[in-house]
């Protein structure tokens, strides 16, 4: 009797190591606890087979068994239970320390870091931006610039055309922005206007058949080629450098007059002469000067009694001077290894 418990302990421990999952525990359980079928039941019915004075002790030996079984698969059940609570948890939850997957970012190309920096010193003078059109017509571009037809500066040969009768082209230059701007705002005009221009030009080191340019528009009463230099040089030592010098030349653009070419002191040598700078002391930076009276009535504005200063120049080369790049094509290239160094 002793031998038959003790068998079906050892047995009960077998099956209790062999559960891996519910699956598994059900069919032990099953075994051992089903209502009518299961192991303990079947062996309490076979007191009845046994001598009288034997069965107390058999029945009471059997009772604990049923206990301890009933107590060691309730807590298996909950160790298995809290085991797929835990699987479940592992599975669904983020690890917020895990380190992050570097995401590459993009930046500001620095040609339109440049234009913001440039259009933002402006805008702290009072100068509102002004955006203009790529695709230009003649008009636009030429005519109300005073370049009537045959104008060497509207040459097929540095000029995109779309077409054969030459009305449509790409902007050779910024400088719409003074006809733009006058027909849309009376004086007094106070206007910024940058973005890419397009001539037939090669590309190489020094050029590009895209680049950038910024022009600058002030129309008002009695504006002078005084206001022009202030402004100018306040912009100038801004952008480069406080001890940056200038020195306005003459020079000839169509939709000015007087024009001049505008030099600053060589931010490489400071004036003493150099590589850079030829051994002058000076650079060309862009081209400036008191508006044409005819470009101010072409677009609606009385020169008689206003009058406006216009000054252009390139992005990519005071990009070029400002970070010592030694090929403008570095700009469109877009290499990453050079890009990220700004
Ligand atoms: N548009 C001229 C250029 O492209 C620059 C300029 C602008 C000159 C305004 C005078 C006044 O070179």
Redesign the pocket.
């Known amino acids: 009797m002793i031998d038959q418990i003790r068998d079906l302990t050892d047995q009960f421990e077998k099956d209790l190591a062999s559960v891996r999952d519910m699956d598994t525990y059900a069919a032990v359980r099953n075994k051992w606890l089903a209502r009518e079928t299961g192991l303990i039941t079947a062996s309490m019915k076979r007191l009845r087979d046994m001598p009288r004075e034997d069965r107390p002790a058999f029945g009471q030996a059997m009772n604990e068994l049923r206990v301890r079984v009933e107590e060691r698969m309730a807590k298996l059940l909950d160790g298995l239970k809290l085991a797929a609570r835990e699987q479940e948890i592992a599975r669904k939850s983020v690890d917020v320390t895990r380190p992050g997957f570097p995401y590459p970012l993009g930046w500001e190309h620095p040609i339109r870091r440049l234009q913001a920096e440039i259009e933002q010193i402006f805008v702290s003078m009072g100068f509102r931006v002004f955006d203009c059109p790529e695709v230009e017509t003649e008009y636009y571009n030429f005519e109300a610039l005073n370049m009537p037809r045959r104008h060497p500066a509207r040459d097929a040969q540095d000029t995109f055309y779309f077409d054969e009768a030459a009305l449509r082209l790409l902007r050779t230059?910024c400088?719409t922005v003074q006809v733009h701007a006058m027909e849309t705002m009376k004086p007094p005009v106070r206007a910024v206007s940058a973005g890419r221009v397009y001539r037939r030009d090669p590309f190489d080191a020094t050029h590009s058949p895209m680049f950038f340019?910024v022009?600058v528009l002030a129309v008002d009463e009695g504006i002078t080629m005084g206001d022009l230099k202030g402004t100018l040089e306040m912009f100038l030592k801004r952008i480069f450098h406080p001890d940056t010098q200038m020195r306005l030349r003459p020079g000839y653009?169509p939709?000015?007059e007087p024009?001049a070419e505008v030099d600053i002191s060589c931010i490489f040598c400071f004036g003493k002469g150099c590589r850079i700078c030829k051994q002058t002391g000076w650079i060309e930076i862009l081209?400036?000067?008191m508006v044409h009276p005819k470009v101010l009535r072409m677009s609606g504005v009385d020169d008689s009694r206003y009058s406006g200063f216009?000054?252009?120049m390139g992005i990519d080369r005071v990009a070029i001077l400002k970070y010592g790049v030694e090929d403008i094509r570095l700009f469109f290239e877009n290499d990453l290894r050079f890009l990220r160094q700004f």
């Open positions: 230059h400088s340019q022009d653009f939709f000015v024009g081209g400036a000067g216009a000054w252009g």
